[in-house]
């Protein structure tokens, strides 16, 4: 996208899931690394936590910690949580 409305020049992010930690669970950890041309940097870590019930819902509670959050020094705690059905 166009310089002018994109803050972000690069981007580094990744993770790791544990399969099986507990029964029907998953267990997830991820980060992610923006940086703009002055290099000014925003990062995100991420817990997530997967259990699945009746083989095809399943929730998943999730909660990042966002450090410099759009480039301007706050940091944030960020909790959700995630509802799916399989069809």
Same mark, same amino acid.
């Given at each position: ?19 099986g ?12 690394? +923006? ?5 000014? &940097?925003?990062? *995100? =870590? %991420? !817990? ?12 998943q509670?999730?909660?990042?910690y ?7 020094? +706050? ?5 959700? &949580?995630?509802? *799916? =059905? %399989? !069809?």
């Amino acid at each position: 996208s166009p310089h002018k409305i994109n803050k972000n020049y690069g981007y580094l992010g990744g993770g790791l899931i544990y399969e099986g930690l507990l029964k029907n669970g998953d267990i997830g950890l991820s980060y992610a690394l +923006s940086y703009t041309r002055d290099f000014s &940097v925003e990062w *995100v =870590l %991420e !817990l997530m936590y997967k259990q699945r019930f009746l083989n095809k819902i399943f929730i998943q509670p999730d909660v990042q910690y966002i450090v410099n959050s759009d480039f301007k020094r +706050s940091n944030i705690l960020v909790g959700l &949580v995630k509802f *799916v =059905l %399989e !069809l």
